[in-house]
Each structure stands twice: as structure tokens, then as C-alpha cells.
């Protein structure tokens, strides 16, 4: 006997007291609503009310209005990242050959829904049957296909792997009915809704829906001290049971186990009556695993998300208070954005091979780190950088102390990371990456920490709290998957946005870090970030905020724009490295050494111009002329196109940032992927020596750039485009620049010019006045005080540029 199709779909809490109920087609008995009660049992709801049609196509992008149009409504709500300047949307789909046309009849209009603005457009069915099972999407005047939202209840993969809205005849708006229950209830439990119709009974359970990911408390939570108790609390929303383990024994070995009661309907909370610092502690959450959106198991041991310490990725966490700890000093003031030159490092691959007298436990972490930033020689102190952006050192999911990680799979929001402490199980990995920090800011070196709130990593911990609420999942329960790690935090969701926010200022209060740079920044959207901006500059109004402003699901370069943030520019990355081996453009040049303008940047800090990070194969192995990546015996082109990377880098607007070992000409032999490869990511000091004329020649741009003479490069605003004058010949990419063109920063000047192909060329420079200026560096040697260079004749008003060459030239007021 054929199965009955189901009359519901599903229900869920909108709010606290009121449902929404999807059908599996229209309702068109507008005389009578469904016939449904609350419970097995049956208690009357106090209403039933039929939804707007436009409440089913916030989601689904369509439905049938009165007249039998299709009317066709981008919710901008639903879409991640939606730049908040593009104005202009079309739909295209199957019943347009999908053909991307500017046609008004496919342009979508500004209309205001519910307060908020929205975009629809009205199509007649002639044009686009309801029987034909149309699919289709929104696209952006600027080309940018929008990604249908994770839970679109009409969504289908075509054969290609594309995920599009598909058009349901038997469902156009009219199968949606809000429901208010008579009585309060606790909307969390197992609720049900009964079709109550003699023929057919019918159940339907309510999840959480909507309602789930609004919830917010500003409850203290974490484990902390107060009046000699110590208090725990556990955001765990949907939990039936929440067990507390806490013991004195890292091994949780002669442990006490505490059921922990509820504080509110949010949150857990146990009081011990005693002050436990140093005591070791766990959680086991329970729930009722009601569908695939739910993840309990009362087995698997939770650390706490709010732990200030663990002893290791899989726990126990480490009960600290915070108040008994060396209080911290005046806080430190970076330099501003626009003086910034950092350098991209990891702790281990800094000291592994240091030329430091430390034993080779300190070479693991945070204490030998301070050692050596306290020593002489130091590296990051001959380099000349005033910013270090430091990989991972947030809890991560290294297996043990030996492990060498990037450190991108973090476990912890709070913890500094265990396998770097000298003792985790006393915490001591709080003070000794407070005296790290210290030890930067003694030597005028800025903080910036690079961290990871788009996945977690192993033990995923918040999956077991309360999966739907924490992480993006598809209509059929699935985590999602934009960052390539298998699991995308859901941080729209107040609560992960407080986790994130309060981690955040503990890093900022506890160890005066100077800023930020977020990976994959696109998963944790624009909005979440302008929050993450107002609360970080309040508390410290010096935080540098840096975003890699891509996923797998898409690029926010330009929507950042109108905020406070820079952002990675690998837009630069790729053209410069095509531009050193002569395939670069006059356009391309132009543009990245003026800051990447107009479309990416909005003042000039907000670009962060960089040619090398930890990611994929490093520069000289990229660039190398040997075969299989492998730069380990660089070329001399190698070394010359290395020095023209750093000088175009030193000299183009925005924010510099190096990779570590690249002014040494750094090779990993040609690996890609070093995530786990300490042995080859480790620099190697003797380079430093191998090739000192490019280390000095780094060191010296370096700090010209932080000199009074290198101030024409350091833009705090975006300046007129009379600035900047480059000089250019036709058939050639090498280019000219003359800073201060327009003398709106007084009366020096700086020239520079750069040659990335093989023929020597000649440009034209007769009204700049050249032979006013003192050369000061070329392609192998920099020097203030000028030196000769017959190489760069100036006759007959031109400047010779020899082969893969570059210079610059300085007039003083």
C-alpha cells in the first residue's frame, strides 16, 4: 500500500509564542484554517492565522501573487555577505535560458517588506510556467551570482554540483499558517502539532527553528571565582542534562560529578561552595537526539568553551582565577595602521633553528620566545619589522607536545595553546604568553594574532553542546562546508557572536594584544564583523583588524570597504609575482602601487599588501626558474626578482606585510602544503648569512620605509590622484613613480622605478627634474646618504633602466 504524503512538512518556533507551519502545498480553503491542535492530547491553539505569501519567499525567492504573477523577492537578509552598495539585481533562470540580460523585465525593484528593504519583480506566467519546474537565481549588477541560502526549502543540485531555487508548482506562499498556543509552555521541549482531521491524524514535531538561534543571554559564563566559591555556567539551550566533572587530578582520577541545574531556560549553572583554582574540570551534556539536527551523547566528554586554560586539545580544562594572577601593565600603543610592516611567523619555525643559547624545551613555545626577544642577536629585531602577525596560538588540536601545526584547527576560543607552556597542567601557559606579549612591546614589536572563528577543530566540543545552534547546516541536518574544514560556525547566532566578541576583549584585558587578523573572514560576514569592530575599538581604540576576506563561498574585498577593516589583498600577491617575471600590465602596476584604489581600498591602510603567507608554496619556490618549485639554490634572476618584490612592496601604498625567511630567500624544496611540516617550515639562519646582501637589502627598505624621508609612502588618508604621476612607455610594463607629485606633502619627493623585463628601456622623465634628486637604491644596494649609480644614466630627459632593474631617487625640502 502506496504511503500518504505527509499534509505537514514541518513547524517550528518562530518566537516564544508563536509557530510557523509549512504545508506540502497550498491551502486554498481560505474560508477554514487547518484543523490542528497542540500536542498529542489535543489542546486547542489560541490561533491559526495563514502567513503572507512573501514570508515563504524570503526563502525561496518566489511566490504567486493575486493577479497569477510570479513575483520573484531577493530577501537581503538571507544572503551572506551581500554587499551592502550594490543596488542593482536580476533573476535569471531556466525560462530565460539563463541568459544574463539587463532587461527591466528581469531587473528587481526596492520595495519595503516588514520595515526592511527588499527586491522583487513581477513576471507573467507565459513567460515562466508553473509546470515547467523552472530554476533559477539572483544575480548582482556587478556579475556576482548569490549563493541560494543554506535552508531554502525549494533548493536543488543540478547535474553539475550547482545548487539553484527551483519553482514548485504546488507551493507558491499559500502553504505557510502561523500558530499561537494558548498557555505557555517551554518551546525547547518536544512539542508537536496534530493535524486533527477524522479521516487522517497526522503529527508533526516543532523544532526550535528560528527561535533557537535568537536566543542570547548575557549571563557571566565559564568557570570563575567569586566570593570563595567557584561558579560554573554552560550555554546549552537544548540540553536535558548537563553533568559537571571536576576533580584535582589532571587524569580526572578520583573525580566528583555534579548535575548541574538550570539557571534559566538557557543556561546551566553549579555553585561549589569552595574556591577549586587549580582543580581540573569537564562537562557531559545530554539531550534528545529528536532529529538530524541534534548531536548529544551523554559519553563524550565537553570541554568548556569559556575555559581559560586545558592541559591539552582533548582537555581537562584548567580552573584558573584570573583576579590571583600578576596584574597587567600600562597597555601598550601600536603604531598606526599606516606605519605598519609586518611580518606573517610561527612561534616554532622562529626558534627551532634560533642562534639563541635556549635548552630545546623552551624552543617550543612561549618562554623561548621572550628569551630570545630579549637577547642580541635577535632576527625580528634586525629585520627592523614594528608588527609580528602570529600564527595560531589559540588552543588547537596538536595530538602532543612534539607535534609540529599551523595551529588553523582551534579548540578554544580563550586558552593560549597548551603544547607551547612549559607546565599546562598548573596553566602556565596564561603568564608565560603574557610575558611573550611583554617581551614584543619592550622592543617596540606590535601583537597581532591570527585567529580562527569560521570552523573548530578536533574535539569539536560545540557540536555536542547544541549542533544547530553553533554551526551552518542544510535543510537535511549537514554541517556546512565553505571552509574546507568540515564544519562552518554559525557566528550570526548571538550567542557564537558573544563566544567570539568575549574571547576577543579576554585577549585584549589578559594579554594586551595589539589586533587581529581573521581567517576566511567571508564565513564570519560583514555584519558580524562591524560588530566586532565597534566592540574591539571601544575597548581599545589602537586594535589593528585584519581580514582574509575570502572562503570557498566567496570574496567581501569590497564590502569591507565601508567599514574600519583592511584586508588581506591577494589580488597583489598574484599580480606582483606575475609582474617580477614579466608578465604584468601598466594597468596592474599602477593600481596595486597606488593602494589598490576605488574598488578594494578606501584608505590606503586598509590594503595589506603581501606577496607570501603560509599558505600553498612560498614565494622563491613560486618564482624559482628551477625545476619542481625547488628554490632551495635560487638562480640569479631568483634573487634579482626577489628584490624587486621588495621594493615594489616597500614602495606601494597600503600596509606591507612579509612572510618569514623571505628576505633570506626561503625555500621549502617545493612542497605546497606544510601545515604539519616543522622540518621544513623551521628557517634556516644560515640563509641569513648565504645570502646577506638580500637580507640587508630587506632590512634596509624596511627602514627607510619607517624614516621621515619614507613618510610619502605611509598614507593615513586616500590622497587627490594628482599624488602620484607614473611615467610609462608604450610595449613595456616598467613604470615610474613620483610620489608627492602635486607637493601637497610639502616639498620632498621621492622617485622610484622598476624594469621587470629583460631589456633595458628608457623613460621619458624631463619635467620631473631627476637630476635634482640623489639616487639612494637600485635593484642590490640601498643607501640613504646616495651613492653612485652608473647603471642609471639620466641624459637627454630620460632615466636608463637596465634589465630586471629597479631604483629610487629622493629630493629633500
Given at each position: 500500500m502506496k504511503k500518504p504524503v505527509p499534509k505537514m512538512l514541518e513547524?517550528?518556533?518562530?518566537?516564544?509564542?508563536?509557530?510557523?507551519?509549512?504545508?506540502?502545498?497550498?491551502?486554498?480553503?481560505?474560508?477554514?484554517?487547518?484543523?490542528?491542535?497542540?500536542?498529542?492530547?489535543?489542546?486547542?491553539?489560541?490561533?491559526?492565522?495563514?502567513?503572507?505569501?512573501?514570508?515563504?519567499?524570503?526563502?525561496?525567492?518566489?511566490?504567486?501573487?493575486?493577479?497569477?504573477?510570479?513575483?520573484?523577492?531577493?530577501w537581503p537578509k538571507c544572503y551572506h555577505n551581500l554587499d551592502s552598495g550594490e543596488e542593482d539585481f536580476y533573476v535569471v533562470g531556466s525560462f530565460n535560458k539563463w541568459q544574463v540580460t539587463r532587461e527591466r523585465a528581469w531587473k528587481l525593484q526596492p520595495v519595503t517588506l516588514d520595515g526592511e528593504t527588499a527586491y522583487t519583480v513581477a513576471v507573467s506566467l507565459w513567460k515562466c510556467t508553473l509546470a515547467?519546474?523552472?530554476?533559477?537565481?539572483?544575480?548582482?549588477?556587478?556579475?556576482?551570482w548569490l549563493d541560494v541560502p543554506a535552508d531554502a526549502p525549494n533548493s536543488v543540485r543540478d547535474e553539475s554540483g550547482?545548487?539553484?531555487?527551483?519553482?514548485?508548482?504546488?507551493?507558491?506562499?499559500?502553504?505557510?499558517?502561523?500558530?499561537?498556543?494558548?498557555?505557555?509552555?517551554?518551546?525547547?521541549?518536544?512539542?508537536?502539532?496534530?493535524?486533527?482531521?477524522?479521516?487522517?491524524?497526522?503529527?508533526?514535531?516543532?523544532?526550535?527553528g528560528e527561535l533557537l538561534t535568537q536566543l542570547y543571554s548575557d549571563v557571566r559564563l565559564g568557570a570563575y571565582i567569586a566570593r570563595g566559591q567557584t561558579i560554573f555556567r554552560l550555554f546549552a539551550p537544548r540540553a536535558s542534562s548537563v553533568l559537571l566533572v571536576?576533580?584535582?587530578?589532571?587524569?580526572?582520577?578520583?573525580?566528583?560529578?555534579?548535575?548541574?541545574q538550570r539557571l534559566d531556560e538557557m543556561i546551566w549553572e553549579w555553585v561549589h561552595p569552595d574556591d577549586l583554582s587549580g582543580h581540573f574540570y569537564h562537562y557531559h551534556v545530554d539531550g534528545l537526539n529528536r532529529d538530524v539536527f541534534c548531536h548529544f551523547d551523554k559519553h563524550v566528554t565537553v570541554n568548556d568553551p569559556y575555559a581559560l586554560a586545558?592541559?591539552?586539545?582533548?582537555?581537562?580544562?584548567?580552573?584558573?582565577?584570573?583576579?590571583?594572577?600578576?596584574?597587567?601593565?600600562?597597555?601598550?600603543?601600536?603604531?598606526?595602521?599606516?606605519?605598519?610592516?609586518?611580518?606573517?611567523?610561527?612561534?616554532?619555525?622562529?626558534?627551532?633553528?634560533?642562534?639563541?643559547?635556549?635548552?630545546?624545551?623552551?624552543?617550543?613555545?612561549?618562554?623561548?620566545?621572550?628569551?630570545?626577544?630579549?637577547s642580541e642577536p635577535c632576527y625580528l629585531k634586525e629585520l627592523g619589522i614594528n608588527a609580528v602577525e602570529l600564527q595560531p596560538v589559540q588552543e588547537f588540536d596538536s595530538e602532543s607536545k612534539d607535534e609540529y601545526h599551523w595551529g588553523y584547527m582551534t579548540c578554544n576560543y580563550f586558552a593560549p595553546e597548551s603544547t607551547y607552556a612549559s607546565q599546562p597542567e598548573k596553566a602556565s601557559q596564561i603568564p608565560e604568553f603574557k610575558e611573550c606579549v611583554d617581551a614584543f612591546h619592550e622592543n617596540g614589536i606590535a601583537v597581532i594574532l591570527d585567529v580562527v572563528y569560521n570552523h573548530v577543530g578536533e574535539p569539536n566540543n560545540l557540536l555536542f553542546i547544541d549542533k544547530k545552534y553553533y554551526f551552518e547546516v542544510n535543510r537535511n541536518g549537514q554541517l556546512e562546508n565553505w571552509s574546507?574544514?568540515?564544519?562552518?560556525?554559525?557566528?550570526?547566532?548571538?550567542?557564537?557572536?558573544?563566544?567570539?566578541?568575549?574571547?576577543?576583549?579576554?585577549?585584549?584585558?589578559?594579554?594586551?594584544?595589539?589586533?587581529?587578523?581573521?581567517?576566511?573572514?567571508?564565513?564570519?560576514?560583514?555584519?558580524?564583523?562591524?560588530?566586532?569592530?565597534?566592540?574591539?575599538?571601544?575597548?581599545?581604540?589602537?586594535?589593528?583588524?585584519?581580514?582574509?576576506?575570502?572562503?570557498?563561498?566567496?570574496?567581501?574585498?569590497?564590502?569591507?570597504?565601508?567599514?574600519?577593516?583592511?584586508?588581506?589583498?591577494?589580488?597583489?600577491?598574484?599580480?606582483?609575482?606575475?609582474?617580477?617575471?614579466?608578465?604584468?600590465?601598466?594597468?596592474?602596476?599602477?593600481?596595486?602601487?597606488?593602494?589598490?584604489?576605488?574598488?578594494?581600498?578606501?584608505?590606503?591602510?586598509?590594503?595589506?599588501?603581501?606577496?607570501?603567507?603560509?599558505?600553498?608554496?612560498?614565494?622563491?619556490?613560486?618564482?624559482?626558474?628551477?625545476?619542481?618549485?625547488?628554490?632551495?639554490?635560487?638562480?640569479?634572476?631568483?634573487?634579482r626578482r626577489t628584490h624587486l618584490m621588495c621594493a615594489i612592496l616597500m614602495a606601494s601604498i597600503g600596509v606591507p606585510?612579509?612572510?618569514?625567511?623571505?628576505?633570506?630567500?626561503?625555500?621549502?624544496?617545493?612542497?605546497?602544503?606544510?601545515?604539519?611540516?616543522?622540518?621544513?617550515?623551521?628557517?634556516?639562519?644560515?640563509?641569513?648569512?648565504?645570502?646577506?646582501?638580500?637580507?640587508?637589502?630587506?632590512?634596509?627598505?624596511?627602514?627607510?620605509?619607517?624614516?621621515?624621508?619614507?613618510?610619502?609612502l605611509r598614507l593615513d588618508a586616500r590622497p587627490q590622484d594628482t599624488y602620484l604621476r607614473f611615467i610609462q612607455i608604450d610595449n613595456s610594463s616598467a613604470v615610474g613613480v613620483l610620489y608627492n607629485a602635486d607637493c601637497s606633502k610639502g616639498a620632498a619627493q621621492l622617485f622610484f622605478a622598476v624594469n621587470p623585463s629583460y631589456s633595458p628601456i628608457s623613460l621619458p622623465i624631463a619635467d620631473v627634474g631627476l637630476e635634482d634628486f640623489l639616487q639612494i637604491a637600485d635593484h642590490?644596494?640601498?643607501?640613504?646618504?646616495?651613492?653612485?649609480?652608473?647603471?642609471?644614466?639620466?641624459?637627454?630627459?630620460?632615466?636608463?633602466?637596465?634589465?630586471?632593474?629597479?631604483?629610487?631617487?629622493?629630493?629633500?625640502?
Open positions: 513547524a517550528s518556533w518562530e518566537t516564544h509564542q508563536r509557530g510557523v507551519l509549512y504545508l506540502n502545498k497550498d491551502w486554498r480553503a481560505t474560508s477554514r484554517m487547518p484543523p490542528l491542535l497542540l500536542n498529542p492530547g489535543g489542546q486547542p491553539l489560541r490561533t491559526v492565522e495563514q502567513a503572507p505569501a512573501t514570508e515563504y519567499a524570503k526563502r525561496s525567492g518566489y511566490y504567486l501573487d493575486l493577479k497569477g504573477n510570479i513575483v520573484f523577492l531577493l515547467a519546474k523552472h530554476t533559477f537565481k539572483f544575480i548582482t549588477g556587478s556579475n556576482k550547482v545548487v539553484n531555487f527551483q519553482i514548485l508548482k504546488e507551493r507558491t506562499g499559500y502553504h505557510i499558517f502561523y500558530f499561537q498556543p494558548q498557555n505557555q509552555h517551554r518551546i525547547l521541549g518536544e512539542e508537536a502539532l496534530v493535524w486533527n482531521d477524522p479521516r487522517r491524524t497526522e503529527t508533526c514535531a516543532i523544532s526550535a571536576v576533580s584535582q587530578h589532571p587524569d580526572m582520577s578520583r573525580a566528583s560529578t555534579f548535575a548541574m586545558l592541559l591539552g586539545r582533548a582537555g581537562p580544562a584548567v580552573i584558573v582565577d584570573l583576579d590571583k594572577l600578576p596584574q597587567p601593565g600600562p597597555t601598550y600603543t601600536p603604531p598606526c595602521w599606516h606605519d605598519l610592516v609586518i611580518l606573517e611567523t610561527h612561534i616554532r619555525d622562529l626558534l627551532a633553528n634560533a642562534p639563541v643559547d635556549i635548552d630545546a624545551a623552551d624552543r617550543l613555545g612561549f618562554k623561548g620566545l621572550a628569551k630570545w626577544l630579549r574546507g574544514c568540515g564544519n562552518d560556525l554559525k557566528c550570526s547566532a548571538p550567542m557564537v557572536k558573544r563566544l567570539i566578541l568575549d574571547s576577543l576583549t579576554h585577549l585584549i584585558k589578559t594579554y594586551d594584544i595589539d589586533g587581529f587578523r581573521f581567517d576566511l573572514a567571508e564565513l564570519i560576514g560583514v555584519n558580524v564583523l562591524k560588530d566586532i569592530e565597534k566592540r574591539l575599538k571601544e575597548i581599545k581604540p589602537s586594535i589593528i583588524l585584519i581580514a582574509e576576506p575570502w572562503s570557498f563561498r566567496g570574496h567581501i574585498g569590497h564590502a569591507l570597504r565601508s567599514t574600519g577593516w583592511s584586508s588581506w589583498n591577494d589580488g597583489y600577491r598574484d599580480f606582483i609575482l606575475d609582474y617580477v617575471k614579466g608578465h604584468g600590465n601598466q594597468e596592474g602596476i599602477r593600481y596595486f602601487i597606488a593602494g589598490s584604489p576605488h574598488y578594494f581600498a578606501r584608505f590606503p591602510a586598509q590594503t595589506v599588501n603581501y606577496t607570501e603567507s603560509h599558505d600553498d608554496r612560498c614565494w622563491l619556490d613560486r618564482l624559482t626558474e628551477n625545476a619542481e618549485f625547488d628554490g632551495r639554490l635560487p638562480t640569479q634572476n631568483d634573487r606585510m612579509l612572510a618569514e625567511g623571505q628576505d633570506m630567500l626561503r625555500s621549502k624544496s617545493g612542497h605546497n602544503n606544510t601545515y604539519k611540516r616543522g622540518d621544513l617550515n623551521a628557517l634556516n639562519y644560515g640563509r641569513q648569512q648565504d645570502y646577506s646582501n638580500t637580507f640587508q637589502y630587506f632590512c634596509r627598505w624596511i627602514r627607510f620605509r619607517l624614516s621621515a624621508a619614507g613618510a610619502l642590490e644596494r640601498f643607501d640613504q646618504h646616495g651613492l653612485a649609480f652608473a647603471l642609471f644614466a639620466i641624459e637627454q630627459g630620460t632615466v636608463h633602466l637596465p634589465g630586471l632593474s629597479c631604483g629610487l631617487w629622493i629630493k629633500n625640502s
